[in-house]
């Protein structure tokens, strides 16, 4: 398993953007990024749930902190569009990402990682994954922190 | 744009689990994951997004058909210690996957994906992404027709 991992990513460039409660129903997250494409902004990730019961879902996403002030102002007057109900944001995110390979074939990469950063008490905001990923937001206060931890946990810095 | 995207991946063979209503405080996904790993599940996508006011957010993943059965008898066992409201799954669905280079730096291939969808009346259950890739879960009804339209708006077959 620790071989499979081959470094650990932080990011505190990024800002964290969330749309609540946007109507699941085709449509909705094309109107929101249609807007942001048409302004190049870069889009990190995007994150976006299964909606319960009520036919809506909240849609995160992740642009550099030079790119909030833009997008912020587009979705504002995108909201009638997109339909939605609030507009958040926060910068004081940080993108940690545990990067490898065959990572699809393990769910102990992810717990190897959740689990580390539960140790010492830092909280996961968000999650989304792929082949080579597990990205994770937390608070950018912990990042040193997480990344420390987290290369303990995969056996990078020879303690493992 | 077009010349980003290298592929359009589809696989119906994976199942959705979600947890819902689940403490938003450090430990609670290493508590998910740590059953799945030690049975060796295989996990796909994990999908997190932030928690609203309540303190609890949902936490969705993928495993492969095969191992559905063995994750939900491990997660139904471990709802004490996990704590969450319901244990949710769905056979049905289909990832979808958008695969490229330099996706980070463009809301457009995002826009592109979700635009094209939407205008065929393809619901988009979830969504993550990474530097190389957009996924979303969909119906797996829906597959053939999410992988025409998605080659033709991607200029893939020639046709875009
Ligand atoms: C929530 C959003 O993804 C919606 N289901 C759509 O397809 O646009
Ligand atoms: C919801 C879950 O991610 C929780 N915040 C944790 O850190 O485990």
Redesign the interface.
């Known amino acids: 398993e620790q071989q499979l991992i081959t470094g650990i990513a932080a990011d505190k460039n990024e800002a964290?953007v969330?749309l609540?409660r946007v109507a699941?129903?085709?449509?909705?997250?094309?109107a929101?990024?249609?807007p942001?494409?048409e302004a190049?902004?870069?889009?990190?990730?995007?994150?976006?749930?299964?909606?319960?019961d009520k036919g809506e879902?909240?849609?995160?996403f992740t642009v550099p902190m030079a790119d909030l002030t833009k997008a912020l102002d587009l979705l504002e007057k995108a909201q009638d569009k997109v339909g939605y109900n609030r507009l958040?944001h926060d910068t004081r995110v940080a993108k940690i990402s545990a990067v490898g390979v065959g990572m699809?074939?393990?769910?102990?990469i992810?717990?190897?990682m959740?689990?580390a950063?539960?140790d010492?008490?830092?909280?996961?905001?968000?999650?989304?994954?792929?082949?080579?990923?597990?990205?994770v937001?937390i608070h950018e206060d912990e990042t040193e922190l997480a990344v420390r931890v987290l290369h303990t946990a995969y056996g990078l810095d020879g303690e493992g």
Chains 1, 2 share one sequence.
């Open positions: 964290k969330t609540t699941d129903t085709p449509g909705s997250v094309a929101i990024f249609a942001l494409a190049a902004i870069n889009v990190d990730m995007i994150i976006q749930n299964v909606g319960r879902t909240d849609v995160t958040l699809r074939s393990n769910a102990g992810a717990s190897t959740f689990g950063l539960a010492r008490g830092i909280n996961i905001q968000a999650i989304t994954t792929s082949e080579i990923k597990v990205s937001l």
